[in-house]
Structures are given as C-alpha cells and as structure tokens.
C-alpha cells in the first residue's frame, strides 16, 4: 500500500519549534474548508477528498478539515464520559469582545480579538470568566459537538495526571524510570528521574529538526506507525520499543529543558505502570466521569494500540475549557476535589526560568516548563498548555479567566503565532478583570 | 509498511455464507480474551498484542477482543446520540431463563439457553419482553458501554434508512439507480432497479468465494483499504470507485437473490446522494438523537472516509436492541414515532420466498429477503439482522421479544451456528410468550 506522508505531518508529534521566520501565510478566510468544499459531496470529488494513506491529511489547508475529524483518519480509543449529568458552563455572553484592541509584540499595527482570531486560523475558542461563558466561537468545520485534534495540548493532560499520582505517592519524582520500567534501562532513560521527564529536562537524543533525514523523529514517526514502514522493516513495532533504542545524547547539558514528544510517551509508559490502566482509562476515571464532561473524548493510538500521550488527544472546545477551569478552581469542577489543590501548585509554580532560558524560546520570554505545561511567570500567574498549529489552553488565575482555542494554522511552530496571541490572550485577560 | 493480513479478513465485508462443513470448533471458554490477556499488561506484551497492520485483530481468538475495540483499529466517524436523557430500558429480569431448553436442528442433544450462548461464542447478549431487559449478560471484553462490530448487521440500519426514504418519497423504489447516480451508468448497475439493490437481486457479478484469489471481493477489499494494496496500485481507491467497476453478470439469473455486500454500499451511495447526508448523519439524526441511545455509535470508514455500508457499525448491545425495539414497536419508541409504520409493514412482509429459496441456505428454509433484512416466514413472523461471527438481531413480533446479540464465533458463516442459535431464540421467545 502506498503511503508517501510529506514531511509535514512529523510536526503532528512535536510541539512548539524555535521561531523561524514566518514564509507569507495564506489568506486564512479563503482556506475555510466549507467555503472549499473538503469532503462535501455524495461521496465528495476525488480532489476534494482528504486521505490519510496519501498524507493530504496533514497538508494545509486540508488540515482545516482534519484537525476537526481525526478520529476518521487515525484509529483512536475512546475515554468515556460516564453516565452523569453535562457540568453547566453558564454563560454570559459579552460579543464587545471582538473589538477588544491590543498591540501585538512583532511591530504590527493594533489589532482587535476578532482579527487575531481571524487571522490565525482559529476553529474555536471558548472563553470563560469567572466559570461562565462569555465568548464561544466556531468556524470552518467546528460545532461545540466536534472534537478536535488537540496536539501536544494532551502532554499536560498526561503531565497533570502524572502529578496527581505524585500527590498520591504512586509515583515517586525522585525515583529513575528504571525502577518502574526496567526495559528502559539500558537506553538513555537509564538514569533520569521521573521528575526530569515530567519537566522534560531528560537529556536524551532526540531531534525533532525535521529538515534532518537522520533525526530522532523519523524512526520515531514509523515505530508508532504514524509514518509508512519500508518493506521488510524489523524496527521499534511501537513508540515504547522505540524509547527503549533512545540513546544519552553526550552533548546534552545536564538539567537543560529540552522539547521531546518522546518524554511523554514515556510519561504515559510510567503511568500506565504505576496504575495498569492505559491513560484513556485514567484520563475517563480521574476527568471525564468525575467534570461532567459533554462529549467522550478519543485518543489516537500507535500501531500497536498504545496511545499518543505526546500528541492524541480530541476532544470539544467546551470540554478543554472545563479542564482548564477545573486548574483555576485549584483541582474543584462540578461540585467536587478533581485534582489535589499541591498539584495545580506545583504546575503554576513552574519550572527553573533559567534553565528554560537557555532553550532559546524568542517568544516565551521569562517562561518556564512543568509537568509538561508552559508557564508565563508574569504577574497574572499566567500558564498554558501548548499544541502545534495554534491549539491552546490559556488559563489566567489573576484574571479568572480561561480560554481554550483551537486552530489550524498552516505553520506548526507557536512561535510565529505567538507575537500575535500571546498579547490577545493578555488583551482579553486585562478587559475581562475590570469587568 | 507490511501489511498482510489473513484472508480472513474477507469475512469482514460479507455476512452469511452458505452452510459449510464445521471444523472442530476451538473452547469457547479457552478463548475467553481476559483470560488469554490480549491487551492486557502497560503495555502488552508484544505475544499479546492485538494489531491491524499484521492481520492478528482479525484472526481467531484475537477476534474475541478485537470485535469489541474496533474503532482503536480501524479508523471510524461518530454517529452522535445528541444531547437528549437516555431512554429507560425497564428491568424485569429473569435469570431462570439460562435455563430454558431446546432442541438444536442439528440432531444434537438438548441443550439449554445458556450453554447455547457460551458454546457460541457469545460477547453479549440483551433480551426484551414486552420492552423490558429480561436478560443480560457480558463475557470477555465486552461490558455494558463496549461497542461491538455489527458486521453486516450494519446493511438492516442501511435498509430500513432506504426504506424511509422510499416511503417519504426521497427515493423511488422503481426507479433506475443511474437516474440518481449517472457515474453507474456504464457498471453492471446500469439497468439495476433501487428496489433490486435493497433487496439483493442486482444480477451484478460480485464473488464473495474467499477461496478463489480471482474472485471480486478481493478487488473491493483492496479498494475500500481492507486490504495492503501492492506498489503502485492505481485501482479503486474506495468502495463507491470500485462499485463502478462491477459488471453484469451473463450467468446471473434475473431477479436471483444473491447476497453480495457491494449492494449495501450502493445502497450507501444512493442514501446520500439523495440526502446530501453521509449515512452516519443519518443515522445520528433518524435514529440516535431522536431514541435515547445509551452511547454515540461509530461506523467505520473506508480509505477515501467513506462509511462501510456494509458491515462497519459500531454500538452497544442495548442500542442494538433498542433500534430492535422500535421495529417491534411499529416503528414508534421513547415517546415518539422514528419511522412509519408502513416501512416495518414492508420488512416484516419479506422478499420473495421462491427467489430466496433458489440461493441455497441450507440453514434458512422458508425464509426471504427483504430491505436488507432477513425474514423467517414462521408462525411468529420473526425477521433478523445478522452478520458474520454470529453477530444478530433478532425481533419476535408475536412473542413481544427482541434479543440482540454480539459474538465472536471462529468461523464467519452463521450457518455453522445457526443449527443452535435458531432454535434457541425461538425457544426464548416461545418461553416469554407464556409470561
């Protein structure tokens, strides 16, 4: 079977890259995918059909249409809702939003909320204040009912849920990964601590530069069964047989923060471990049954049926903003302790600024990295969950505010959006606390 | 990437095969899927793993666990249940019934109800009396939220969606399928009649004989993405493509029934063409909104995101048995009318009894042909839906009973099992009818 996947679709499994400097983006309304027809028709048009086997799947602008129905192009397993009763979001409604103005931090003029939207390719955002709904959009392929693709959003789903079980004493950050999983022994996770993998500062060999042929993540992508295996490939059958071939990289500074979707497949491995559940099952137990969620999310599983803790999960818009306002009620959601108040502590107090310094990040000035969240270290306490092509978590403390947005922008690094966003995320924030 | 897979595979897109020679059947008990520990283990042991790409999801007895987590192998789209209550399934059990005794057709001894389940390989099994849950059990993988493949199930829900369409006056029964799809004008279903693609008389040349490497269901298989397709393929990239392809048969006699499962994605094809919906919309909106389904439902999908018509439906064994429920009912469940009366009436008249008879079901004498469904003709009027493995929904308009059942037998013809299954939903209804 043929099964040629442009480059493009490594960036499924990394997160933000280094800033680059951005190539012209296309006209962001002109790749609306109703507008372009994707996958309508009965049956849609040979052109206007969007194939995993032949990787339009991960081409813009298709991916204006994939990112909001994954789960029929990637077998996925299902994290149920339970059988309880959907936690009302109230709403309040405030459609002046749109024209809050704010000056981005690349030179550009001043924008409004709806522009940056517009602009980068937003699908959907919710915006809480206070637990009520006061801004709720969706576009292109979006409804509050579908779910969406949410990329690397999903390592601090897992980072959160491996916290959880340190508050519980299940799993010990002090303790090398060895201990829980002794295949990894031998490989470059010998030595490292829980603890240095939950804040991704493992020092491992693991490039994600996909202009290199060589890198990490091309072995990586086929082991999962993300990439199309050569004839006769006896490699990694999944993406824990590959954590087992990840080697020490010599040149790694010790303690560095360094962004490698491979430390949260291992994450989940430890997870799974500790529990004997697959993390869908923890990801039901611990949120989904307990938040009153409205829809079962999905999670993308490898080709052995391990999920992608790195990068699998999908879910609705709705149900991403009541995890992020369970974390601003310090772990409380739908009348009850979801999480340990210690563990949302532990996550906002984030990481060594030092240390994230270093990495290079142009954009995240004064950030730092925890339990495989991204927190600013500004005034507001501010602090995110992070997806390739624009999907975000943004929760606000100070403010009372959370917003969860999803996109489909046709570069994948955050960077070249983030000088655009970022100061929205704040412009809403800053309107939001005086009213 | 290597992708064989067991010929077995096949049966996934036929359903009844003629009756064939048992072989020595497996112990069903021995291959219970948790016992065995397929999938079990963070993560499973590569021994125990259970994956598409190598064929092992559909070899027996991997199947007793594959059959229940379809969708985390084979890519799906969601068929929504909406936002509405659960409709209640009163309880009125009665566990005596494991029981009731029959006499299987096959001349062997007498067995009871329960020994019948078990030694076929049951997954689950839900009994209605009068509408209300009179027995209910779950083996292996399966559980009350686990969705189960329907196989061919799957055409009824197809059929009946036809038949509602016929009956609203969306879809003309005598009409020519070219008249609503021109790009079959040139195929063997040029002068086929809708009626005839709902009731499996189309006279196209379409082999479901697994043991012939010529026979068309390969080609189909390869079109739909079932199957590896060799380098540089350049045929049919979906079921509707290769359904383009399909010849007359010279041999065919006219008005023959044959079961040939590329009727049902004709019939897919002709639902949507005239509704501008996907089948799983369809069914979202006539069926799982509109009853109070316990659980979104799943179809899978074809290479080019098509529904597989034909076999690809994926719910729980009471959502089974409710949509089982509303054709005993008339037509009318949780409050309301689903579909008019007229289009059970239609079903439940059956097909042509000569025709059918002329097809050889050894297993089936009296029985025809009808929307997709199979209808028995007996003095209760009973009619089922069926699919390989064992997979059945089975209504008993005269005893008030409906019993859906999911399994995972090691042969695909239900021939093998009829001789005691049968006998056995007639020995369950004919004990309620006293009750």
Chains 1, 2 share one sequence.
Do not use: C
């Not at 000035?365 to 927190?375: E, H, K, Q, T």
């Amino acid at each position: 079977m043929k099964r040629t996947i442009p480059a493009a679709i490594a960036a499924l499994i990394a997160s933000t890259a280094l800033a680059q400097a951005p190539a012209p983006a296309p006209d962001p309304a002109a790749s609306d995918p109703v507008a372009l027809g994707w996958m309508q028709g009965s049956p849609p048009a040979p052109d206007k059909t969007v194939r995993w086997a032949d990787g339009s799947f991960f081409k813009f602008p298709q991916t204006r249409w994939s990112f909001a129905h994954w789960n029929q192009l990637i077998p996925s397993s299902d994290i149920w809702r339970g059988e309880g009763r959907v936690s009302v979001l109230p709403r309040a409604e405030r459609n002046e939003m749109g024209g809050i103005k704010f000056q981005p931090a690349n030179g550009g003029p001043t924008m409004t909320w709806e522009q940056a939207l517009a602009a980068n390719y937003t699908d959907a955002v919710v915006v809480l204040h206070r637990g009520r709904i006061v801004y709720e959009k969706y576009h292109g392929a979006m409804s509050p009912q579908t779910r969406h693709i949410a990329m690397s959003v999903t390592k601090s789903f897992v980072g959160t849920l491996g916290e959880v079980l340190v508050a519980e004493g299940k799993l010990d950050p002090t303790a090398k990964v060895a201990q829980y999983i002794p295949e990894l022994k031998d490989s470059g996770y010998g030595e490292v601590t829980v603890r240095q993998v939950m804040d991704m500062t493992t020092g491992v060999k693991f490039s994600e530069n996909y202009g290199d042929q060589n890198a990490e993540i091309w072995t990586y992508s086929r082991a999962g069964g993300l990439l199309p295996r050569p004839a006769g490939y006896t490699g990694p059958q999944s993406f824990y047989d590959f954590a087992r071939t990840v080697q020490k990289d010599p040149a790694a500074v010790a303690g560095a923060f360094r962004y490698q979707t491979v430390n949260t497949d291992v994450l989940g491995w430890l997870i799974r471990r500790v529990t004997n559940k697959t993390v869908g099952e923890l990801l039901s137990e611990r949120f989904w049954t307990r938040m009153g969620m409205e829809r079962d999310a999905m999670i993308a599983v490898d080709a052995s049926g391990n999920e992608f803790a790195g990068g699998g999960l999908i879910l609705t818009t709705r149900d991403m903003a009541r995890f992020g306002e369970m974390m601003r009620k310090d772990g409380r959601f739908n009348g009850q302790a979801i999480i340990p108040k210690a563990v949302v502590d532990t996550i906002r107090k984030g990481g060594d600024k030092e240390v994230f310094a270093r990495a290079g990040y142009a954009t995240l000035p004064g950030w730092s990295y925890r339990d495989m969240w991204w927190v600013s270290n500004d005034d507001h306490g501010a602090y995110a969950a992070r997806g390739v092509h624009g999907q975000a978590l943004y929760i606000d403390p100070k403010a009372q505010v959370v917003i969860a947005r999803f996109a489909s922008a046709p570069q994948a690094a955050n960077a070249v959006t983030d000088p655009v966003m970022l100061p929205a995320y704040r412009a809403v924030a800053d309107y939001l606390i005086r009213r």
